[in-house]
Every structure is written in C-alpha cells, then in structure tokens.
C-alpha cells in the first residue's frame, strides 16, 4: 500500500464512480472537502484504492488481485506494523471481490487472537468485528406525512452560525467532518434544536455534492426520546427539497436508533453491506 501524493486525488475519482454504494466520505477526501488518506498499489498508474477519512471511515475498491497491496492491506487491517493510530470502520465495493479476502483476514487475525493468552479485556480490543452498513433511498411522500404526524410544533429550531464550532461535543459534530467553521458556513448547512435553554439536538450536513447531502445528527444523552432528533432531521430534509439536494443517510443495522429514525423520516433500506471494524 502506497500513499498517493494528494495533488494526484483526482486519479481516484473516476474509478470512485463505479461503485455502487454510497461513498459521498470517499468523495469528501479526494475533493479536500475534509482530511484523509488515500493507499494505491502503484503511484502512477494506480488500480486499486483504499481511501480512509480522519473521522474514521475508509472505503477500498479497485483491483482485488493484486497480491503486493494485498498483503499490505493485511498489515494495514491488522496494524501488525503500527501504522494506524486509531480504530477504523472499512467498507469494500460490493462488486470488486474483496469481501472473501477481508473476511479471511479477519477469520485468521481473530483465530490467532484466541491461541494467544490475552485477558478478556485485552483480547476485545483487539478483535475485528464484522457488523452491516446499510444503504438508504429516500421517500419524500413517506417524509411528508411523518412531518404532519410527529414534528413539534414547539421546537426552537435555528440555523448554525458557526458559534462554537471547535467546541461542540459528540460523536457526529460537523467539525469532524469539515476543516473549519468557515469552511462549513461556506460549504455546509446545519440546524441545532434548542430546549430549555440547551442545545438539544443538531442535523447538519456530514458531506455534501451539487445532486446530494448525507445527514449527520448528534442528539444530547438527556434530551433523547423526545422527538427532538426527528424535528432537526425535518429542518434539514425540509432544506434538501427546497435547494433541489437529495438527502442521503447511511448507518450500522447494528445502530438501532439511528436505524429507526431514518426508517421514520422516509429512508427506505436500500442494501447492505458488511462493515469492518478494524482494531
């Protein structure tokens, strides 16, 4: 695995626009919208792809043949040599053949994981874990009569202003996802619901293209189940409609609320794929 220089970026795009999944993060790297890495197997004329985002994604398509990136592929998944500093959640393109090599890398890491004498603890945070991402297609009828049913009238809903931008908290926060606040004024979108004097749920735009927009949404621990997430989510699908966007959501199956909520805003389960949680 060689690391591509990032003025040559754009030699990933067209082979990024074969697959058929959804890969607005990928895109998000090699167009500088936000910070990452990009692996291929040759500098100059590259075949294969491995694209990771800091947040923590990464997406590999292109050739499955080559055996030299593949066994550095197997280091990279493994961090035999170090080189990954954080956890990391890897997708593959369904059509390029790649899912019968990583699941055999994960099956042998994890066998040799439990021949070792490990605590449990140990052990855990070591293992790789096969989980399900899953694609959506949005409904907008769907959404229409959810809005008339369950959006609260009462909600303080306010557009971002880029106030408090490195300091804003949670898993999903547009700071992971954009370079600065400017650069999210510029470029993004986002609404934050306030109640009771606190921020109490925000959806804003994790990527963004001329045809689409993914959703990010970060809800307060004290301010779940409320309807509250649903309402931010409106504020931002409500704009998507309004500018011409096409709002996309993706998620774990595993991530049951995130699950839910999308499946009430309109989001039909478009297809699944497995989802690589890399140590």
Same mark, same amino acid.
């Given at each position: 695995?060689?690391?591509?220089?990032?003025?040559? &970026?754009?030699?990933?795009? #067209? #082979?990024?626009? +074969?697959?058929?999944?959804?890969?607005?993060?990928?895109?998000?790297?090699?167009?500088?919208?936000?910070?990452?890495?990009?692996?291929?197997?040759?500098?100059?004329?590259?075949? %294969?792809?491995?694209?990771?985002?800091?947040?923590?994604?990464?997406?590999? &398509? @292109?050739?499955?043949?080559?055996?030299?990136?593949?066994?550095?592929?197997?280091?990279?998944?493994?961090?035999?040599?170090?080189?990954?500093?954080?956890?990391?959640?890897?997708?593959?393109?369904?059509?390029?053949?790649?899912?019968?090599?990583?699941?055999?890398?994960?099956?042998?890491?994890?066998?040799?994981?439990? +021949?070792?004498?490990?605590?449990?603890?140990?052990?855990?945070?070591?293992?790789?874990?096969?989980?399900?991402?899953?694609?959506?297609?949005?409904?907008?009828?769907?959404?229409?009569?959810?809005?008339?049913?369950?959006?609260? +009238?009462?909600?303080?809903?306010?557009?971002?202003?880029?106030?408090?931008? @490195?300091?804003? %908290?949670?898993?999903?926060? #547009?700071?992971?996802?954009?370079?600065?606040?400017?650069?999210?004024?510029?470029?993004?979108?986002?609404?934050?619901?306030?109640?009771?004097?606190?921020? $109490?749920?925000?959806?804003?735009?994790?990527?963004? %293209? $001329?045809?689409?927009?993914?959703?990010?949404?970060?809800?307060?621990?004290?301010?779940?189940?409320? @309807?509250?997430?649903?309402?931010?989510?409106?504020?931002?699908?409500?704009?998507?409609?309004?500018?011409?966007?096409?709002?996309?959501? @993706?998620?774990?199956?595993?991530?049951?609320?995130?699950?839910?909520? $999308?499946?009430?805003?309109?989001?039909?389960?478009?297809?699944?794929?497995? &989802? &690589?949680?890399? #140590?």
């Amino acid at each position: 695995m060689l690391k591509l220089d990032r003025r040559y &970026y754009d030699l990933a795009l #067209p #082979p990024l626009g +074969q697959v058929k999944i959804n890969t607005l993060f990928a895109e998000a790297v090699l167009k500088g919208q936000t910070t990452g890495y990009v692996y291929v197997d040759c500098v100059q004329s590259p075949r %294969t792809f491995y694209v990771t985002h800091e947040y923590g994604m990464s997406l590999i &398509y @292109g050739d499955s043949g080559n055996e030299e990136f593949n066994r550095g592929l197997k280091e990279y998944m493994t961090n035999e040599t170090g080189r990954r500093a954080s956890a990391e959640w890897l997708q593959a393109d369904p059509a390029g053949g790649w899912e019968p090599l990583l699941e055999a890398v994960v099956k042998e890491h994890n066998a040799q994981l439990d +021949q070792e004498d490990l605590q449990p603890e140990a052990a855990g945070r070591r293992r790789m874990y096969t989980h399900t991402r899953v694609n959506f297609t949005f409904d907008a009828e769907v959404y229409r009569e959810a809005r008339k049913q369950w959006f609260r +009238q009462d909600a303080d809903i306010r557009l971002m202003n880029g106030e408090g931008f @490195g300091e804003q %908290t949670g898993l999903v926060i #547009p700071r992971y996802f954009w370079r600065d606040a400017e650069h999210f004024l510029n470029s993004g979108v986002g609404y934050t619901l306030r109640w009771e004097g606190e921020d $109490a749920s925000s959806a804003f735009s994790a990527y963004r %293209t $001329a045809e689409q927009l993914e959703i990010g949404i970060e809800s307060a621990a004290a301010h779940r189940g409320k @309807g509250f997430a649903f309402s931010v989510c409106c504020a931002l699908i409500d704009y998507c409609l309004e500018q011409g966007l096409e709002p996309v959501w @993706g998620c774990r199956m595993e991530n049951a609320g995130s699950y839910r909520l $999308a499946q009430k805003l309109g989001f039909k389960p478009l297809r699944t794929i497995p &989802y &690589y949680r890399l #140590p």
